[in-house]
């Protein structure tokens, strides 16, 4: 099993592009989550997905948007990015373990110039 | 306004010795209490749950507490070696009717020295 897999690893965008974040995962897990994490600030929820076909917006949704195609599948888009959303983007899934622990993603590197 | 403190600084142990980490909150009413490690460059790795009606949680080195009235949860690795250095994050499990979420504290980096 790959857990959850992340691409890509790295993105330099310019002020104004547009981006999406792939995530996927194949644990069969309901829930799947963005977060973006910056220094001083720990993770942040962005945008989070109970089950496949809903999307709910999390701590600091403005800006993206996200789309949760399949069970497998949940993407993180950024219409007009700017350089406060350079930061490292970590997709996770969580299933129905009693210990409720999230499996994170190895992250996107992104920086907006 | 709800906050999660983690001590910022890193804390710096001898290997062999107990490493404690101090995760506090304030205005939160968390039904769960996970602790995670994070490797550079990684993302988080799930460590121990601990519930609101658990004092204690124990996973071969490591040990967590759990103060539902001092709003403290305490992580504890015994006989700490070089390989437990990284950082460490403690969340809160709020339960909610739109989905269950976790929010994180800002983490505090652990360096086991030889």
């Known amino acids: 099993n790959a857990g959850v897999t992340q691409t890509p690893k790295f993105q330099v965008l310019k002020t104004g592009q547009s981006m999406t974040l792939q995530c996927a995962q194949d644990m069969n897990h309901n829930s799947m989550y963005w977060y973006r994490q910056d220094p001083g600030m720990g993770l942040r929820l962005i945008y989070y997905?109970?089950?496949?076909?809903?999307?709910d917006k999390g701590e600091v949704p403005n800006g993206y948007n996200v789309s949760r195609l399949n069970k497998r599948e949940f993407s993180l888009r950024l219409e007009s990015a700017a350089p406060s959303q350079t930061s490292v983007y970590f997709c996770?899934?969580?299933?129905?373990?009693?210990?409720?622990?999230?499996?994170f993603g190895p992250g996107t590197r992104l920086t907006v110039t | 306004s709800q906050k999660i403190e983690q001590n910022s600084e890193a804390l710096n142990i001898q290997e062999g010795k107990t490493a404690t980490l101090t995760c506090n909150y304030t205005n939160y009413s968390p039904a769960y209490l996970q602790w995670y490690r994070q490797d550079p460059g990684r993302g988080p790795v799930f460590l121990l749950l601990i519930r609101e009606n658990e004092k204690e949680k124990r996973k071969e080195r490591l040990k967590v507490t759990f103060d539902t009235t001092l709003k403290q949860s305490l992580f504890h690795i015994t006989a700490s070696q070089p390989a437990d250095s990284a950082t460490y994050l403690c969340a809160l499990y709020i339960l909610t009717g739109g989905g269950n979420k976790l929010t994180f504290g800002t983490g505090t980096q652990l360096k086991v020295e030889l």
């Open positions: 997905s109970a089950s496949e076909g809903t999307t």
């Open positions: 996770a899934s969580s299933g129905t373990s009693s210990s409720y622990e999230q499996y």
